[in-house]
């Protein structure tokens, strides 16, 4: 009897342990763009000290995410066609490991460290950066976390927080992706 | 015996210099020239380029024997402009408004230098009394002892000549004067031929006022804020058609030659060497057409947070204090001026019962340091902020690259101003620092009207803040 009981026990944990993976990993897969709120025009209604912008999620506003069991990778068309510069191309580990990316924004290479976690089923990505001279002989690190999760299928959020540096503040964008 | 008197002659001589000290201590002070044009764009002076090709000699020598500001920053329109000019304070605090102008609270530079005996005028352009003025918020009523130009702006010169103006329902606009302690009265209508002219007899009238200062060793402060570039661009006869570039060459041909005047007439009264020489435009260029101005190399025009609306040209000259030859990119605002002015009369006149958003920048002018004492700015339209520059970089919170264009996504953007001067490529999603460095200084902002609330736009006088 109590090995009846341990054998379920296990198959329970298992059982919770599936559940849990099958909702902690989603697929992000698809051409998502963000939607402007209806009947919301940009830059009204703000006041004082509000903003009346978005800084959105960082990506851009059409994004193409493919995941596979290994990876996420992000697809992001930065550069308009008669620029003749390919879509920038980020992938990031699923098992966790670092991932260094490297891009030329006009300010010399700039390498950006990501790390993923899964927080159930919220794909955390976490991408630190160096910049050097935005201060005259000091190099910040900034970094920001994205937090990738499905409210529908056809409906990608993505939370950008960017760290506080120089004595500003931190900052946590929401935007909401459609599926294209 | 000779010997004698000499003797009692050098023992007097204390007593006769601290007598003439006491007895005129205000002739010590320099005079105030300060020329603030309308709508005038960076393109069109010569020392910033001039697209045109009209040469502007006289703006070009204020710059060249003393500073020209390349990163000087203004309000980007009319009456929010002057507003910050006057109070020293972004207009968001005073609640400036075209309709109705700003309070009588507000301390403006005459209202400030009056006490230490300054005389004080305006010809030209007010723009700060609002729709209803008279009697209420003229010039006089806010520091000037004397005043002549039009109470709003220039194109109602253009009232009497649209189509179905019928003068029965719609009176004409005047050019009008005054004189503090009595109401102002009409000179005469303004329209599409005073217009041009108005200018030039705000230059005879700023020439006759410093004559008469001079004569009674009075230090003065001339505000001459210029009518022109602003539309309709329609010039004074002598350069009507005479630049072979267009009506906006032709009316820098004259707003040169009217700063002409000023300077001239500070060097024929002798006290070039003892006045503080400020030249500079309210905000971008005039966007509309047929007189579209020049921004230079920056994008947009008035009424729009662009470089193009925001960064005007700015020469400033104080022979003497401020070494000639100098250009700087250093970050001046026009709420600077009036805490550098009252450093540069030497008196603690800047109001401390107010958030005064301008800094002292007379140590920078003097070339005594090398940084001028801003590293940030703040833009706002209306109550709603629109950008923050911050040393080489600027923040649109929304970015709208000209009036009446929708915004397109994405409305915040980031550009680095040396290496994007058009602001054409946002880089804030490469550069996610930046967003919480600027909404510090937002906050920052926004802290400060805890203490010191700003004045709703339509508040009416007697305007009594709320206790502190």
């Given at each position: 009897m109590r090995h009846h009981t341990t054998v379920s026990s296990a198959l329970l944990v298992i059982l919770l342990a599936a559940g849990a993976s099958g909702q902690a990993r989603p697929d992000f897969s698809g051409r998502w763009t963000i939607a402007p709120p209806p009947g919301a025009p940009a830059g009204r209604g703000a006041s004082g000290g509000g903003r009346a912008g978005d800084m959105g999620s960082g990506w851009g506003s059409t994004i193409t995410l493919t995941q596979s069991a290994s990876a996420l990778t992000l697809e992001w068309a930065?550069?308009?066609?008669?620029?003749?510069?390919?879509?920038?191309?980020?992938?990031?580990?699923l098992d966790g490991t670092e991932r260094t990316h490297t891009l030329m924004m006009g300010r010399g290479l700039e390498k950006q460290v990501s790390r993923t976690t899964w927080d159930g089923a919220k794909l955390v990505i976490s991408?630190?950066?160096?910049f050097p001279n935005i201060v005259a002989g000091k190099t910040i690190t900034s970094v920001v976390t994205r937090t990738l999760m499905l409210e529908s299928p056809t409906s990608l959020v993505v939370e950008t927080n960017r760290s506080a540096v120089l004595g500003g503040q931190a900052s946590t964008t929401r935007t909401v992706y459609t599926k294209q | 015996m000779r010997s004698c008197r000499l003797a009692a002659l050098l023992l007097a001589l204390p007593a006769i210099v601290v007598a003439q000290r006491a007895t005129t201590p205000a002739q010590q002070r320099p005079n105030i020239v300060l020329m603030f044009a309308d709508n005038l764009g960076w393109g069109e002076v010569g020392s910033y380029g001039s697209v045109r090709g009209v040469p502007t000699p006289n703006i070009d020598r204020i710059g060249a024997e003393g500073i020209r500001l390349t990163n000087f920053n203004v309000e980007f329109s009319c009456t929010v402009s002057r507003a910050a000019l006057m109070t020293g304070r972004y207009a968001i605090r005073s609640g400036a408004a075209q309709p109705t102008g700003i309070t009588l609270w507000e301390t403006t530079i005459p209202e400030a230098l009056k006490p230490l005996g300054y005389a004080t005028a305006l010809f030209g352009k007010w723009h700060l009394g609002g729709f209803e003025w008279e009697g209420r918020r003229a010039p006089t009523d806010q520091g000037f002892d004397e005043w002549y130009g039009i109470p709003l702006t220039?194109?109602?010169?253009?009232?009497?000549?649209?189509?179905?103006?019928?003068s029965t329902k719609t009176p004409p606009p005047y050019i009008w004067e005054g004189k503090a302690g009595g109401p102002s009265r009409k000179v005469q209508v303004f329209d599409l031929e005073s217009r041009r002219t108005i200018d030039r007899e705000a230059a005879k009238r700023s020439v006759a006022f410093m004559q008469r200062n001079v004569a009674e060793r009075k230090p003065f402060f001339l505000y001459y804020p210029l009518t022109q570039i602003h539309f309709p661009t329609l010039t004074h006869p002598d350069f009507a058609g005479k630049t072979g570039a267009g009506d906006i060459g032709d009316a820098m041909a004259d707003v040169d030659y009217n700063v002409g005047l000023v300077l001239d007439a500070l060097k024929r009264l002798g006290v070039e060497r003892n006045t503080l020489v400020l030249w500079c435009t309210d905000n971008g260029a005039e966007a509309r057409r047929p007189w579209r101005g020049s921004s230079?190399?920056?994008?947009?025009?008035?009424?729009s947070m662009m470089e193009g609306g925001i960064r005007?040209?700015?020469?400033?000259?104080?022979p003497g204090h401020i070494p000639a030859g100098q250009v700087s990119n250093q970050m001046v605002h026009e709420v600077d001026f009036f805490p550098?002015?009252?450093?540069?009369?030497?008196?603690?006149?800047?109001?401390?019962?107010?958030?005064?958003?301008?800094?002292?920048?007379?140590?920078?002018?003097?070339k005594k340091q090398a940084t001028s004492n801003r590293e940030s700015a703040l833009f706002y339209s209306n109550t709603q902020i629109r950008a923050v520059k911050w040393k080489d970089w600027k923040f649109h919170y929304l970015f709208v690259a000209e009036p009446g264009v929708p915004p397109g996504p994405p409305s915040m953007r980031l550009f680095n101003l040396r290496s994007d001067p058009k602001e054409e490529t946002d880089i804030k999603d490469f550069n996610p620092w930046a967003i919480g460095v600027m909404d510090k200084i937002v906050a920052d902002f926004m802290e400060t009207t805890k203490k010191y609330p700003n004045v709703p736009a339509n508040a009416p006088d007697p305007y009594k803040p709320p206790p502190i």
């Amino acid at each position: 009897m109590r090995h009846h009981t341990t054998v379920s026990s296990a198959l329970l944990v298992i059982l919770l342990a599936a559940g849990a993976s099958g909702q902690a990993r989603p697929d992000f897969s698809g051409r998502w763009t963000i939607a402007p709120p209806p009947g919301a025009p940009a830059g009204r209604g703000a006041s004082g000290g509000g903003r009346a912008g978005d800084m959105g999620s960082g990506w851009g506003s059409t994004i193409t995410l493919t995941q596979s069991a290994s990876a996420l990778t992000l697809e992001w068309a930065y550069y308009s066609t008669s620029d003749l510069q390919p879509p920038l191309v980020f992938v990031y580990p699923l098992d966790g490991t670092e991932r260094t990316h490297t891009l030329m924004m006009g300010r010399g290479l700039e390498k950006q460290v990501s790390r993923t976690t899964w927080d159930g089923a919220k794909l955390v990505i976490s991408t630190s950066q160096d910049f050097p001279n935005i201060v005259a002989g000091k190099t910040i690190t900034s970094v920001v976390t994205r937090t990738l999760m499905l409210e529908s299928p056809t409906s990608l959020v993505v939370e950008t927080n960017r760290s506080a540096v120089l004595g500003g503040q931190a900052s946590t964008t929401r935007t909401v992706y459609t599926k294209q | 015996m000779r010997s004698c008197r000499l003797a009692a002659l050098l023992l007097a001589l204390p007593a006769i210099v601290v007598a003439q000290r006491a007895t005129t201590p205000a002739q010590q002070r320099p005079n105030i020239v300060l020329m603030f044009a309308d709508n005038l764009g960076w393109g069109e002076v010569g020392s910033y380029g001039s697209v045109r090709g009209v040469p502007t000699p006289n703006i070009d020598r204020i710059g060249a024997e003393g500073i020209r500001l390349t990163n000087f920053n203004v309000e980007f329109s009319c009456t929010v402009s002057r507003a910050a000019l006057m109070t020293g304070r972004y207009a968001i605090r005073s609640g400036a408004a075209q309709p109705t102008g700003i309070t009588l609270w507000e301390t403006t530079i005459p209202e400030a230098l009056k006490p230490l005996g300054y005389a004080t005028a305006l010809f030209g352009k007010w723009h700060l009394g609002g729709f209803e003025w008279e009697g209420r918020r003229a010039p006089t009523d806010q520091g000037f002892d004397e005043w002549y130009g039009i109470p709003l702006t220039s194109n109602e010169a253009q009232v009497t000549t649209s189509p179905g103006y019928d003068s029965t329902k719609t009176p004409p606009p005047y050019i009008w004067e005054g004189k503090a302690g009595g109401p102002s009265r009409k000179v005469q209508v303004f329209d599409l031929e005073s217009r041009r002219t108005i200018d030039r007899e705000a230059a005879k009238r700023s020439v006759a006022f410093m004559q008469r200062n001079v004569a009674e060793r009075k230090p003065f402060f001339l505000y001459y804020p210029l009518t022109q570039i602003h539309f309709p661009t329609l010039t004074h006869p002598d350069f009507a058609g005479k630049t072979g570039a267009g009506d906006i060459g032709d009316a820098m041909a004259d707003v040169d030659y009217n700063v002409g005047l000023v300077l001239d007439a500070l060097k024929r009264l002798g006290v070039e060497r003892n006045t503080l020489v400020l030249w500079c435009t309210d905000n971008g260029a005039e966007a509309r057409r047929p007189w579209r101005g020049s921004s230079g190399p920056w994008t947009g025009f008035y009424n729009s947070m662009m470089e193009g609306g925001i960064r005007t040209p700015c020469v400033i000259r104080w022979p003497g204090h401020i070494p000639a030859g100098q250009v700087s990119n250093q970050m001046v605002h026009e709420v600077d001026f009036f805490p550098t002015i009252a450093a540069a009369v030497g008196a603690d006149i800047v109001p401390k019962d107010r958030a005064i958003d301008g800094v002292n920048q007379l140590p920078f002018l003097e070339k005594k340091q090398a940084t001028s004492n801003r590293e940030s700015a703040l833009f706002y339209s209306n109550t709603q902020i629109r950008a923050v520059k911050w040393k080489d970089w600027k923040f649109h919170y929304l970015f709208v690259a000209e009036p009446g264009v929708p915004p397109g996504p994405p409305s915040m953007r980031l550009f680095n101003l040396r290496s994007d001067p058009k602001e054409e490529t946002d880089i804030k999603d490469f550069n996610p620092w930046a967003i919480g460095v600027m909404d510090k200084i937002v906050a920052d902002f926004m802290e400060t009207t805890k203490k010191y609330p700003n004045v709703p736009a339509n508040a009416p006088d007697p305007y009594k803040p709320p206790p502190i």
